[in-house]
């Protein structure tokens, strides 16, 4: 009758029409939307996914993790003399691809990459990455498709190299402007976000719709494969159970895995109930899931608690029953998939009896309750704090709690909002035990943020820094710094295992496991590809219906 | 005789008035009430609100200062290279550095000359973001209530006709339900029935990308504003039926009665009226709260309202966004109190402003 009613109304959908193509356009859901699509400013993941449809960056990693240009022609090395030492720093040339073109079919090339650097290189630009293009001193532009870029002092990552910024629109905009406060909001980024010029991609952003959705079409000047799909339209719908519900009436064909839509939960759920009518794809990620812990107290100050508290827990079987097995454990900072992962840093297999034994040691004896005491008398009781709102997290966090009542340690839940957490307790290290928590790396990404001792976070530099803990470490220092002056990666490789190896012993923090992407398309889309490494638009010319 | 009704008001005061010697649609002389000129009373009550803002603008302002974290330490959270001089130099371009008192009294006075500032979180001023949102939620959150208005009044005026029947028990269950049952619950259930089940009506969005005609917009709105409704149905229905039979059972209405007149017309113009008075009250209430959106249906049909808008402003630090969109919400809360006390002159003229 419902039916019938709305039918009469005139609002119940017409009929499809009869076109070429059965699935001329793709929909993608997706929970957040970007605050900007400027390439540069505001590091948010779905900004960049959004990206990796319309605006290519110069280099990015393939599926094996190796460096390929996707606007240059070759990615610069030592070897190959891109790259080369210059007094204390070192110059960089990049040959740009002939023909490339910006979406208003403007040539792109060396002078967008002058002026990338020009506005990066200005400490007030707002840019998220400034630390990189502050150590560029200036950019040669030997002609339309060469350039060189000077940096002050030798930088590993002096080879990768993000979106560039179309100088014909920008450059007006950027000189123009009081202020680099001015400068972001008079971009046209900000302005007019669906000028052709601003992008390179295979699609251009053709609809923007704050808050609710974002519609690419076919790029007339991209210079690679066309792409197979009239329109892709990927839309926000901030509740991810809505959002499921959207996939299975398909008023949204598929759900990014990149944490930007379904949870891995949601998915292995979904799989279990529909297990024909999608597609499904795990990819261990980037992300790690942690624990950090507070070294400032005496408890957590002494090694053998931090090891029996990472013994005293069976990191396998919560992945298994929690993530259905899909995500690797961690043992160091750095995943297995990275090219710089070292499997000699000692692991800690779930051992329960060793765990007792080591606060033993230290001093720790059960009490009649079971739970350990010092000499003192005192209780080994320790606050154990997450955001609030992840489930899994909070599921992992009661298992984890009783497990370790079982070894004689007390932990006592004090989760908080995640702004809470990360804006004020763990940005002025004010936990008092343990914070768990994930921290989101790329490849061959520096651990300067988090494990240098000159990044703990103290009223001195500004509350800046994320090395919570307060570890401090003078070979992980020396080893960080040598590190990110070191251009061959052979010479780099023992840097990096020495690193992993001293932070699986020393153990500031408790690594549990990493991330895992979980992607769900529909049966009739092809050529998706998702790597784990990046956003799986950087490839979405493959992507096609059968 | 003086009817019986709902008891006067401290503005009912005795005093001059034109309205001296007034009948009431019953026949019945109505005493003299004050007349307080309805400008003066307009123009009071706009001093009022307008104090009001400024006092909450003040609050919500000290309120978003005061929650952890700021917009720098977005910036700095990825940047492991800024040093503490640039962090310093990005946190004065901002303002950020100043007291809490001097960033509010710079935003007061741009405000004042209209210039709310720009929204952090979406690179544009705040008024391009406002706008679209409130016309979003104006069009969702007004006819969501004009709709359970409308029905709640049907329900609630015939479940007062015989209270205890059958037809006040099914209403009344009908009610609770609508009251009881989550948002986020019925939201789901309906997608799931409608959309995922049915395939009559889409799931989310405000409109189909390539048609966005008026048919299109409108199976759009058909969820969202049937969960709305639904919600407030219930507590507006149980309102307007307690009203309507306390009405029913007063002096004026067996008045009425024995002078002849029909059943509708005791039901519909004697009782009605007088039973509107509480009912007005709670309907402005809701009213005001309508313009600060419905946070969870609007996240649950993708809908881009005020609700939604203002969440996210607050979480992202977007002082200007959030300020200025709570400010509307309080504005048109102030607004709907001001609507309910004229309505209350007109149901009921003893009723002095």
Redesign the interface.
Same mark, same amino acid.
């Given at each position: 009758m +419902? /039916?019938a009613a709305?039918l009469c109304a005139?609002?119940?959908?017409s009929l499809p029409a009869t076109a070429a193509s059965p699935h001329p356009?793709l929909t993608i859901g997706v929970a957040s939307f970007p605050?900007?699509l400027?390439p540069e +400013?505001?590091?948010d993941l779905i900004k960049f996914y959004l990206l990796g449809l319309a605006d290519r960056p110069v280099t990015a990693f393939d599926a094996a993790g190796r460096l390929v240009c996707l606007l240059c022609t070759e990615v610069p090395s030592i070897a190959n003399g891109g790259a080369r030492l210059e007094d204390r720093g070192m110059a960089v040339t990049f040959h740009f691809q002939p023909g490339l073109q910006w979406g208003d079919g403007a040539p792109l090339g060396a002078e967008d990459l002058a002026f990338t650097a020009r506005v990066g290189r200005d400490?007030?630009s707002?840019f998220?990455?400034?630390?990189?293009w502050?150590i560029i001193s200036r950019v040669d532009v030997v002609d339309h498709l060469t350039a060189v870029m000077h940096f002050t002092e030798p930088n590993y990552q002096f080879d990768e190299l993000g979106q560039l910024l179309p100088a014909h629109l920008e450059a007006p905009v950027f000189d123009h402007a009081s202020?680099?406060?001015a400068y972001?909001?008079q971009?046209r980024?900000?302005?007019s976000p669906t000028n052709p010029g601003l992008y390179n991609g295979p699609y251009l952003i053709a609809?923007y719709?704050?808050?609710?959705?974002v519609?690419l079409e076919r790029n007339p000047n991209w210079h690679g494969r066309p792409p197979a799909f009239d /329109?892709i339209?990927v839309?926000? +719908?901030?509740?991810t159970?809505?959002l499921q519900?959207?996939l299975?009436?398909?008023?949204v064909d598929m759900v990014p895995g990149e944490g930007l839509g379904l949870t891995l939960d949601q998915v292995l759920a979904l799989q279990k109930q529909q297990p024909d009518r999608f597609a499904y794809a795990y990819k261990p990620n980037m992300a790690y899931t942690h624990i950090d812990l507070q070294l400032d107290n005496p408890i957590l100050a002494d090694i053998r608690v931090r090891r029996a508290l990472l013994l005293g827990v069976d990191r396998q079987s919560m992945v298994d029953k929690l993530m259905g097995g899909r995500v690797p454990i961690a043992n160091s900072f750095v995943s297995p998939q990275q090219p710089m992962y070292s499997a000699e840093a000692p692991a800690y297999p779930y051992d329960p009896a060793r765990a007792r034994a080591l606060l033993a040691e230290a001093g720790w004896t059960p009490g009649p309750d079971g739970i350990c005491r010092n000499a003192a008398g005192e209780r080994l009781s320790l606050e154990f704090s997450t955001s609030t709102g992840v489930r899994v997290r909070e599921l992992l966090q009661q298992v984890m709690q009783s497990e370790w009542r079982r070894i004689g340690v007390e932990t006592i839940i004090r989760n908080e909002p995640a702004?809470?957490l990360?804006?004020?307790t763990l940005?002025h290290r004010a936990f008092k035990g343990l914070a768990m928590f994930a921290w989101i790396s790329a490849i061959e990404s520096?651990p300067?943020?988090t494990l240098s001792s000159g990044?703990i976070p103290t009223a001195?530099?500004?509350w800046?820094?994320?090395n919570y803990p307060g570890f401090h470490d003078a070979t992980m220092d020396a080893d960080i710094d040598a590190m990110e002056k070191e251009l061959d990666p052979a010479k780099r490789r023992p840097l990096w295992a020495e690193m992993q190896r001293i932070y699986a012993e020393q153990l500031p923090v408790l690594p549990l496991f990493y991330g895992a992407d979980a992607h769900v398309w529909p049966l009739w889309l092809k050529g998706v590809d998702p790597t784990g490494l990046q956003v799986s638009t950087l490839h979405a010319e493959d992507w096609h219906a059968e | 005789m003086v009817g019986e009704g709902p008891p006067s008001t401290p503005f009912a005061a005795p005093g001059k008035g034109v309205d001296a010697g007034l009948r009431r649609h019953d026949g019945v002389e109505l005493p003299e009430v004050p007349n307080a000129p309805m400008t003066r009373f307009i123009l009071a009550r706009c001093a009022q609100a307008a104090i009001v803002l400024l006092v909450m603008s003040f609050v919500i302002y000290s309120l978003i200062g005061l929650m952890p974290g700021d917009p720098i330490d977005v910036m700095i959270s990825s940047n492991p290279g800024a040093t503490p001089e640039v962090v310093a130099r990005l946190r004065a371009i901002y303002g950020l550095d100043q007291p809490i008192l001097l960033r509010y009294g710079h935003w007061l006075a741009a405000a004042l000359h209209g210039d709310f500032g720009y929204s952090r979180t979406h690179a544009q001023p705040v008024l391009t973001v406002l706008l679209p949102a409130l016309l979003q939620t104006c069009k969702l959150m007004l006819t969501s209530f004009i709709v359970s208005v409308v029905l709640a009044f049907a329900l609630g005026i015939w479940a007062s006709l015989k209270p205890g029947g059958i037809a006040d028990s099914v209403i009344s269950l009908f009610a609770f339900a609508g009251i009881s049952v989550p948002v986020f619950w019925l939201a789901l259930v309906l997608i799931l029935v409608f959309a995922v089940t049915w395939h009559v009506l889409p799931a989310s969005g405000v409109g189909t990308v390539g048609d966005g005609g008026v048919t299109d917009q409108l199976r759009h709105l058909i969820l969202p504003v049937t969960t709305l409704a639904l919600a407030n149905i219930g507590s507006f229905t149980r309102f307007i039926r307690a009203a309507m039979i306390e009405t029913l059972r007063m002096d004026h209405i067996r008045t009425a009665r024995a002078k002849g007149a029909g059943e509708r017309r005791v039901v519909l113009v004697h009782a009605l009226r007088n039973a509107m008075i509480p009912v007005v009250t709670v309907i402005a209430l809701s009213f005001g709260g309508l313009f600060s959106g419905a946070l969870i249906t609007e996240t649950m049909f993708a809908q881009p309202g005020m609700g939604k808008m203002i969440y996210d402003a607050i979480l992202g630090n977007d002082f200007n966004l959030a300020l200025t969109g709570l400010l509307f919400a309080t504005l048109v809360t102030l607004l709907g109190n001001l609507l309910a006390d004229l309505a209350y002159g007109w149901l009921d003229p003893r009723i002095a402003l």
């Open positions: +419902i /039916r709305l005139g609002l119940l959908p356009d605050s900007t400027h +400013i505001d590091p400490p007030n707002g998220a990455n400034a630390h990189t502050s202020g680099p406060a972001m909001q971009s980024y900000s302005t609809g719709d704050t808050g609710t959705r519609v /329109r339209i839309k926000t +719908i901030g509740n159970a809505a519900s959207n299975l009436s398909g008023d702004r809470t990360f804006g004020e940005k520096t300067r943020q990044q001195a530099n500004n800046g820094g994320g | -």
